[in-house]
């Protein structure tokens, strides 16, 4: 087992946990998540990707820190929690997307900022959407962003503001990798 499949088990786990922990069935958890009960078994299994998107919106509906999800540790500031280059808590969804949160060790933020990195590939393109806003600012490469069913490409440099409940998806273009910080509101 790859470290990202281990790390995906792990936030599996915790999901499961919470749940069992609320006393709710896999039914009850995707009405409240506003998503199938097939698709809370799946992620509860581990053996599929657990979208970052879903991840947030259990934080939201349970009031919890998207952060312990990931890690499984509690954040515990509350004044200011400082992220170095390169050591926020990384969660590497597949291996087309990888996320480093910014503000992992803040007590339930207001904000999920994250320093998203999105490798090219040959997949289709996946869509998801989320509960509330979200802002995206491109820090390196050129990426393709469709939101309900319109393509944008963006640059470095480049920034936009949506509705993240519209279904949206990314794609890295010219065969590199591209950087950009997305906060989730």
């Given amino acids: 087992m790859t470290a990202t499949n281990e790390q995906i088990k792990q936030i599996a786990d915790r999901l ?12 009850e958890m995707g009405e409240r998540c506003r998503r199938p009960a097939e698709d809370i078994f799946l992620y509860e299994t581990g053996v599929t990707d657990i979208p970052m998107s879903f991840l947030f919106d259990v934080a939201q509906e ?5 952060s312990t999800l990931i890690s499984g540790d509690e954040p ?8 170095r280059k390169g050591q926020g808590i990384a969660v590497e969804r597949s291996k087309a997307y990888k996320y480093q949160s910014l503000a992992g060790g803040y007590k339930l933020p207001k904000a999920e900022p994250f320093e998203v990195t999105v ?9 998801n959407w989320h509960q509330g ?7 390196e490469g050129r990426i393709l962003l469709q939101i309900n069913g319109k393509d944008l490409i963006l640059e470095a440099g480049d920034s936009i503001y949506f509705n993240s409940s519209l279904l ?17 509101l």
């Fill in 168 to 184: 949206h998806g990314m794609k890295a273009l010219d065969n590199r990798p591209v950087k950009f910080l997305a906060i989730i």
């Fill in 133 to 139: 806003e979200e802002f995206n600012y491109v820090l």
């Fill in 119 to 127: 490798e090219p590939n040959e997949n289709p393109l996946h869509l």
């Fill in 76 to 83: 515990r500031m509350n004044a200011y929690f400082l992220t």
């Fill in 62 to 66: 349970f009031m919890i820190d998207t």
């Fill in 16 to 27: 499961k946990g919470l749940r069992e922990s609320l006393d709710l069935s896999p039914e």
